[in-house]
């Protein structure tokens, strides 16, 4: 049974950083991309970030290109998002996913999602 259960979330001013992590069971986490996806308060699902298998391969949305960066642990079989210079419309519910298509939401596994909200 496929699990992602993200962590890492909260409160931070503009300009704070945050660490997500997903840990990751149930599946073939070293052979399989991973991503994050993000949902803004009434607004739909969105696509953040995604990394291969070997974590030599990164993507970003242009929104967050220069201030988050995806790695993985696959030892550990936890995914990461470090996100830095965060700004209010980053705020949202961030979840862990795989087995996506390619920079979409189309996602097979989901986690149960972490909040994070950026206000002074």
């Known amino acids: 049974q496929v699990q992602l259960v993200e962590s890492g979330g909260g409160l931070v001013q503009p300009g704070g950083s945050l660490r997500l992590s997903c840990a990751a069971s149930?599946?073939?986490?070293?052979?399989?991309?991973m991503h994050w996806v993000r949902q803004a308060p009434g607004k739909g699902l969105e696509w953040v970030s995604s990394?291969?298998?070997?974590?030599?391969?990164?993507n970003y949305a242009d929104p967050v290109k220069g201030r988050f960066s995806i790695s993985r642990d696959n030892a550990k079989n936890t995914l990461y998002l470090q996100m830095n210079s965060l700004k209010p419309e980053d705020t949202g519910l961030y979840y862990c996913?795989?087995?996506?298509?390619?920079?979409?939401?189309?996602?097979?596994?989901w986690g149960q999602g972490t909040q994070v909200t950026v206000s002074s």
């Open positions: 996913a795989t087995h996506c298509g390619s920079r979409s939401t189309q996602c097979n596994y």
């Open positions: 149930g599946f073939t986490f070293g052979y399989s991309h």
């Open positions: 990394i291969d298998t070997g974590s030599g391969i990164t």
